[in-house]
């Protein structure tokens, strides 16, 4: 994607998976949900890190968005994953934004009572390429929901800039 459009990366961030999408002016080019089944170690983080490196020079990011998790579920480890992917942005001299789902939920308007359905509802009409790749079961949902929240942080962060 050589040319100078900001390009956008989303993340939602966790410990055993991490959803991200790559996004130049709305438009989707790159997206998934990786999963880090084994033990959290310095070894997992320099694994997840170097996963984030290839996407950030692959595609020429510019900008990142990252979905955090709410207050009460961010652990030590979250905490430590975050500022090491801090670290790697520096490096890579690209402009972070975070976000939260309360972020997510005002900005998209989305349904207090099912906050996640909504959100889910709302990419799938926006990004109907995505529609192929969702699974109906409820692990399915789960596991993508983390992508679904990395691209709603990054569309967000496009309109905020």
């Given at each position: ?67 955090i998790p709410r207050q009460t579920e961010t652990y030590k480890s979250i905490i430590e994953l975050q500022n090491a992917l801090s670290d790697i942005f520096k490096h ?70």
């Open positions: 994607m050589k040319n100078n459009h900001q390009i956008t990366l989303g993340i939602s961030l966790g410990t055993r998976t991490i959803g991200y999408a790559v996004l130049q002016n709305q438009e989707l080019y790159d997206w998934g949900v990786k999963s880090f089944k084994e033990k959290w170690s310095d070894q997992k983080i320099q694994h997840i890190l170097k996963a984030m490196e290839r996407i950030i020079v692959e595609h020429e990011v510019t900008n990142a968005s990252i979905k890579h001299s690209i402009n972070v934004y975070t976000s939260s789902l309360n972020n997510l939920k005002l900005w998209y308007s989305i349904d207090e009572k099912s906050p996640k359905s909504s959100l889910e509802e709302y990419v799938l009409a926006h990004y109907p390429v995505l529609c192929k790749k969702q699974y109906l079961s409820d692990a399915g949902h789960k596991y993508y929901m983390k992508l679904y929240e990395a691209l709603a942080a990054a569309e967000m962060s496009q309109f905020l800039k």
